[in-house]
């Protein structure tokens, strides 16, 4: 259970929800297998093992599952093609845009209740301690559809995404051009930097050393660091994006080791790996917050 590339909400101040009371709510909307005509169910789905929240030290896991009917436009179109053809040879005359339209329709309605259903799930980890909400998605499509999902389910868990006083673009290129990370991180050899004219034109490098006077040339010219790999304490390495989402997400040798050496089975090691993931990863995130300013409590 380690997290590769997250989304970091805030919780309201006077946030109350527990482990048992989150189970509650979930339970309330399971995930429901596709039926007849519908291309997509959402709910909330097992977690870990058969339990849809897994809790530990007040930090609780919980995931949303999807259920997609697998139907793609080749077998429709493949289909419409012949019953077209068909149409055309009986009754001699060429099928239009509209009727077309229609036989498609009808095509995907009486295939859709034997295409094949593929399950999908999206994890989220609910620190209340920190008033933390970290979706773990690799696309803002994702992390919606968790968010909307959950909105439907909670009524009492307002979040919203995180600001920081100062943004990453400035932070990044500051630390970049003064050669000078925020204590406890080192810049890595990932960059991305993006003009902020017109053009918008993009430079990225990978796995290249970021000292050199032609990458502050870039930043003297008017190029803006909008990705940028860093380490925190030799623990974690990853990608911060220009819209505070962490991409990437490593860690280190250190961390994992301690977990297989302690677990003596699946369970034991699935709960030790979530202990060492959202303790390293919330002190990662406190060190990162405080290296932005700190938390914009009201956004405009």
Known sequence: MWFKNIFIYRLSTDCTITADKLNEKLALKPLQPCSGLDK??????????????????????????????????????????????DIEA??????GRKEMKEIKEAITEELLPRAFALQRKTFAWLDPINGRLII???SSTKAEEFLEQLNKTLDDLPVKQLHTTISPVAAMTDWLAGNNAPAGFTIDRELELRATGESKATIRYANHALEGEEILAHIASGKRVTRLGMTWNDRISFVLTEQLQIKKLEFLDIIKEESTTLADNADEMFELDFTLMTGELARMLADLTEALGGVVLSSH
């Open 40 to 85: 997509q169910s959402r709910g909330w789905a097992a977690c870990h093992s058969d339990k849809l929240v897994h809790g530990t030290n007040q930090q609780i896991l919980f995931a949303l599952g999807v259920e997609q009917k697998l139907l793609p436009a080749t077998i429709i179109n493949r289909f419409a093609k012949e019953h077209v053809a």
């Open 90 to 95: 009986q009754q001699g005359y060429k099928v």
């Open 136 to 138: 773990e998605a690799a």
